[in-house]
């Protein structure tokens, strides 16, 4: 729900219709990635977003703060970390995070890998796919909608 027309507070602020409809659209594509796990910042919105991808694969969502926006903007360093992990450990996470999170994220990955990305979108309702090799971001594949289109 865009925050213009929400008067409640900002954790609580649901996904509206299109939200609801890419949330739907990640349910029935991301199961091909294989997620093992489920991350999301906190907030209503983003857990939202993953909760039909988590009741499909019979996960339970995990709220980290280090994705969220103040989170991140305190410990920027922590939601790296985290991911560099995430990339470490067996199976494959799925993290949901505000998009000025994953940009930063994408890009210090980058920086780290010596990769050129010449530009870190994150639309919502977006998927970045990262593949990582010996503990560097090997490769991004960005996926700007799953959702159909609208007629």
């Known amino acids: 729900m865009p925050a213009r027309r929400w008067t409640g507070a900002e954790g ?3 996904l509206d219709i299109r939200g609801q409809e890419q949330a739907e659209a990640l349910r029935r594509a991301l199961p091909a990635f294989g997620p093992s796990r489920l991350l999301s910042a906190c907030g209503a919105r983003f857990t939202g977003t993953m909760q039909p991808l988590g009741a499909e694969l019979g996960l339970a ?3 980290e703060p280090a994705f969220g926006e103040d989170g991140y903007a305190a410990h920027p360093r922590r939601g790296l970390t ?3 992990d995430l990339a470490g450990a067996d199976g494959t996470a799925t993290v ?3 998009g000025a999170v994953i940009r930063h994220l994408l890009a210090a990955l980058a920086e780290d890998a010596g990769l050129d990305l010449e530009e870190c979108p994150a639309k919502k309702g977006s998927v970045w796919a990262l ?3 010996g503990g560097l971001l090997a490769t991004a594949d960005y996926y700007p909608s799953l959702a159909s289109p609208r007629p």
């Open 96 to 98: 949901c995070a505000p």
């Open 82 to 84: 985290l991911i560099l």
């Open 61 to 63: 969502v995990e709220t």
């Open 131 to 133: 593949f990582f090799s």
């Open 12 to 14: 609580d602020r649901p």
